[in-house]
């Protein structure tokens, strides 16, 4: 049997880090929406217990550093399952990013292969699973839009963000999340947007959405990467509504709400930056 699943990106529309705790992680609070950004992820049974995986670049490894490999493995123990799966998944989304491309392709498996090998676990159970591989799998195991909390991984669904479209501008540098963690001093006196941007969006609020967009994590990349300082600067001039670096970045994404600013927008980014997209935020969760 052969099973095809989308695994797309997430941006942050807000991200607050509230503490450091004692087992290493940080404590965040962020509201977190898909787009129609995807990779392809196809799941078909194997002969034996093999899990092996297949990329169609060759940035990522393959073996059991991979997320998806370690979704299949995950699952395989817990439930003592006698079957081989081959992962092939179709890279669309940029690697190291700031889009959870590695945690929505570990979803998107979580989720094919309760499929594929008859488990009956609900989205909760899945969701707790995912955690056990990374903070964002979570997320993305729910998709649409929803408030994060914990360590990323306490999911509580929202409904979508007013329809408009996203602008993904990514430069060629890899960034890494723990490295930026780590670079963090954190304010604890500053208010949490995450609550407000909630609010903004049960309140199908799109100009308070534009306002409150907000990254804990974006003056440290931004320091640590003058390019993406540019990018956002470039973004905000060229007409988006808003502007905001995603996750620990690099990519930075625009938010319009005007499709005939779109082209406008898109061609401007394109001769300053190699990877750029023009897409939408998906209006219902992924299932
Ligand atoms: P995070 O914010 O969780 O670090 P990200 O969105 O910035 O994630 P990813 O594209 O998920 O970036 O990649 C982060 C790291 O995960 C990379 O170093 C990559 O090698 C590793 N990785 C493991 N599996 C995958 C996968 N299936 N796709 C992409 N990256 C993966």
Redesign the pocket.
């Known amino acids: 049997m052969k099973l095809s699943v989308k695994a797309p990106a997430k941006i942050n529309l807000s991200l607050d880090v509230l503490n450091k705790r004692e087992d290493g992680y940080h404590e965040v609070k962020m509201v977190m929406t898909q787009v129609d950004l995807a990779d392809r992820v196809e799941l078909q049974s194997q002969e034996g217990t093999k899990i092996t995986v297949e990329?169609s670049s060759g940035?990522?490894?393959t073996d059991n550093?991979?997320?998806?490999y370690q979704a299949a493995a995950l699952l395989q123990k817990r439930f003592t399952v006698n079957q081989g799966v081959s992962i092939y998944?179709k890279?669309n989304?940029?690697?190291?990013?700031?889009?959870?491309?590695?945690?929505s392709?570990?979803a998107a498996v979580l989720k094919g292969l309760n499929i594929l090998w008859d488990l009956h676990l609900s989205k909760e159970e899945l969701a707790d699973l995912g955690a056990e591989i990374?903070?964002?799998v979570s997320f993305c195991v729910y998709g649409g839009t929803a408030l994060a909390t914990g360590r990323g991984e306490i999911i509580q669904p929202l409904s979508s963000p007013p329809p408009c479209w996203v602008i993904l501008a990514k430069p060629p540098i890899?960034?890494?999340?723990a490295d930026v963690y780590r670079r963090l001093s954190i304010d604890q006196s500053k208010p949490n947007c995450s609550d407000i941007m909630k609010r903004a969006i049960e309140e199908h609020d799109y100009k308070k959405i534009c306002d409150m967009l907000s990254n804990d994590l974006e003056d440290v990349t931004l320091k640590m990467h003058p390019e993406v300082k540019q990018i956002k600067k470039r973004m905000e001039k060229s007409g988006v509504d808003a502007a905001l670096m995603s996750?620990?970045g690099p990519t930075v994404f625009g938010l319009i709400q005007k499709e005939a600013r779109v082209h406008r927008v898109y061609n401007a980014l394109r001769g300053f930056c190699d990877q750029v997209y023009a897409v939408r935020l998906i209006s219902q969760p992924n299932t």
């Open positions: 990329m940035l990522v490894p550093r991979n997320l998806a998944i890279k989304i940029p690697v190291a990013a700031g889009l959870a491309g590695g945690s392709d570990a990374g903070s964002d890899g960034v890494s999340t996750g620990s």
